[in-house]
């Protein structure tokens, strides 16, 4: 008989807090789940799940408590739609769309589900960190100076934002406390 149980809290992803954490199970950790994997999500107001997309995956996201806005960007016809979803509301994101969550309770905590038992990620922040300013410059004209020195706070990936170079904002113009510094991704149990 394989192993079918995985305590989720046992293989952090990413987290920058106690507050803002995800935790994952993949078929890394439990073998016989070729064809999904889940993401147990929680947000503090003032922090973000960064934009990002997954190549090989849709997502589901299940909201368990609180409130968040869920927005998604259609590659076929650039269109931005958020979603306001509230517990026990579901949002679902096809593969390859462009997303990010931002809650708007004090706490949100979502479960996502994938269609794919090893989900892949590109993080908006790793494209920006990683794409030369000039190459910014030739492609949309932008200042290729000011898109460095805005984009020189992004040290590595972000996954929940912002980063721990950058003030958080519990209320727009005023800052609050940036909490503990961000820990990076773990090892995959």
């Given at each position: 008989?394989?192993?079918?149980?995985?305590?989720?809290?046992?293989?952090?992803?990413?987290?920058?807090?106690?507050?803002?954490?995800a935790?994952?199970v993949t078929?890394t950790?439990?073998?016989?789940?070729?064809?999904?994997?889940?993401?147990?999500?929680?947000?503090?107001?003032?922090?973000?799940r960064?934009?990002?997309?997954?190549?090989?995956?849709?997502?589901?996201?299940?909201?368990?408590?609180?409130?968040a806005d869920?927005?998604?960007?259609?590659?076929d016809?650039?269109q931005?739609?958020?979603?306001?979803?509230?517990?026990?509301?579901?949002?679902?994101?096809?593969?390859?769309?462009?997303?990010?969550?931002?809650?708007?309770s004090?706490k949100v905590?979502?479960?996502?589900?994938?269609?794919?038992?090893?989900?892949?990620?590109?993080?908006?922040?790793?494209?920006?960190r990683?794409?030369?300013?000039?190459?910014?410059?030739?492609a949309y004209?932008?200042?290729?100076?000011?898109a460095?020195?805005?984009?020189?706070?992004?040290?590595?990936?972000?996954?929940?934002?912002?980063?721990?170079?950058?003030?958080?904002?519990?209320?727009?113009?005023?800052?609050?406390?940036?909490?503990?510094?961000?820990?990076?991704?773990?090892?995959?149990?």
């Amino acid at each position: 008989m394989p192993n079918l149980a995985f305590n989720v809290r046992d293989n952090v992803l990413f987290k920058r807090n106690e507050d803002n954490v995800a935790y994952e199970v993949t078929s890394t950790q439990l073998p016989p789940m070729t064809g999904g994997a889940f993401t147990d999500l929680r947000l503090g107001r003032g922090h973000i799940r960064e934009p990002h997309w997954h190549p090989n995956a849709w997502e589901l996201h299940v909201v368990v408590a609180g409130e968040a806005d869920i927005s998604v960007m259609c590659p076929d016809s650039p269109q931005l739609v958020n979603y306001r979803a509230k517990e026990g509301q579901v949002v679902f994101v096809p593969a390859g769309w462009w997303h990010w969550i931002t809650p708007v309770s004090e706490k949100v905590h979502l479960h996502a589900f994938f269609n794919h038992g090893q989900p892949e990620t590109v993080h908006g922040s790793d494209i920006l960190r990683l794409t030369p300013p000039e190459v910014l410059k030739n492609a949309y004209n932008v200042n290729a100076a000011l898109a460095g020195k805005a984009f020189a706070p992004i040290m590595e990936s972000v996954r929940i934002g912002p980063p721990v170079s950058v003030p958080v904002q519990s209320e727009p113009g005023k800052p609050a406390n940036p909490g503990q510094p961000y820990l990076n991704e773990k090892k995959k149990t």
